[in-house]
């Protein structure tokens, strides 16, 4: 699977998944100040599934109807890193 980790998230999650063995592409380290919209286009050309706490791309998606490839959306009460790994430790578990 490949993840494009959302500047949101922050470089944490990204380095977590890399070590799990993901391709993980790092707004944070590579395209910082980005635009959702170059994000989600970034995301949608090049096959990558968007880890972000946005929720923003919510209505980009379902709003606007803009094309995505998979969106994993961490809306968590404790915004720690850690707690984000946490979460995508479960859906992964889940549906990896």
């Keep these: 699977m490949r993840f494009l980790v959302d500047e949101c998230v922050g470089p944490r ?6 070590k799990q063995g993901y391709e993980v592409f790092s707004v944070y380290e590579a395209m910082r100040g980005a635009s959702d919209d170059e994000v989600l286009q ?12 946005d929720k923003d791309f919510g209505d980009k ?4 109807k803009q094309l995505h490839r998979g969106i994993i959306l ?8 850690q707690q984000k790994i946490v979460a995508l430790q479960r859906v992964l578990s889940r549906y990896a």
Aim: glycine fraction near 4%; avoid cysteine; charge should be neutral.
């Design 61 to 64: 998606v379902y709003r606007e």
């Design 42 to 53: 970034k995301a949608y050309t090049e096959n990558w599934i968007l880890v972000t706490s």
């Design 74 to 81: 961490l809306r968590l009460d404790d915004d720690r890193s």
């Design 13 to 18: 999650v990204g380095y977590w998944l890399r």
